[in-house]
């Protein structure tokens, strides 16, 4: 089926940890965005790529970093994670010159003890 | 700053029709993006404005007004599966999404 694939759904991650939370798209879509959406606020940009091997910051990027080797994988990486990251982080993609409709990955709830 | 401005929630019938209300502060404007979000899920797309006008899909509907920053999506015959979060997001002059906080809708039989 294609779409936007994410991974862990969830997960429970002490204070101090690194963990890796993995995007796949099998839409070949040029440009993907990592989000976290959080309770009263609204969706705010973490990073993005707008090609593979090109990131960019977005709104809320520190203590996170993103890579984009190939067209289908952006992984987001908390290198040392703390609580203020406990979030529901979405996964996006869009194809290049369209209307900007953002294609949605079914999330990743992260809770950081 | 830029700002995206919608009601928090708001409550309506089974049948009825309902108008949520979106006004944005932006620096530029490159189009206007309503999604659905039901809880706990991703949000879908479900319109995009880029000229001013009402554009109509089934029982959907969404305005823009460039001139009033302003826009609305207007939801007819509704059903109690229209519960959710609607996202408004402009497109501002970098071509990023700038995102409303949303608005619960809920639907009462």
């Known amino acids: 089926i294609a779409g936007i694939t994410q991974a862990p759904t969830s997960q429970i991650l002490a204070a101090g940890r690194r963990m890796t939370l993995r995007c796949t798209q099998d839409?070949?879509?040029?440009?993907m965005y990592w989000y976290r959406q959080d309770l009263g606020l609204g969706l705010r940009l973490i990073h993005y790529?707008?090609?593979?091997?090109?990131?960019g910051k977005g709104e809320v990027p520190d203590g996170y970093s993103v890579s984009r080797a190939n067209t289908d994988d952006f992984p987001l990486t908390l290198a040392s994670a703390v609580p203020s990251q406990t979030s529901v982080y979405f996964c996006?993609?869009?194809?290049?010159?369209?209307?900007?409709?953002?294609?949605f990955g079914e999330g990743s709830r992260l809770t950081v003890l | 700053g830029q700002n995206i401005d919608q009601p928090t929630e708001m409550t309506a019938t089974e049948g009825a029709i309902v108008q949520i209300n979106c006004t944005y502060q932006t620096s530029g404007f490159n189009g206007l993006f309503w999604y659905q979000q039901h809880a706990g899920e991703a949000p879908t797309f479900l319109s995009y404005?880029?000229l001013d006008g009402l554009e109509e899909k089934g029982r959907f509907s969404s305005f823009l007004s460039r001139s009033k920053g302003y826009s609305y999506l207007l939801l007819k015959e509704l059903q109690m599966k229209d519960s959710a979060s609607y996202l408004c997001a402009v497109m501002d002059s970098n071509y990023q999404l700038i995102w409303g906080a949303g608005t619960k809708l809920i639907i009462k039989p």
């Open positions: 404005n880029v």
């Open positions: 996006a993609s869009t194809a290049s010159g369209g209307t900007g409709e953002l294609f």
């Open positions: 839409m070949r879509h040029n440009a």
């Open positions: 790529s707008n090609t593979a091997g090109t990131t």
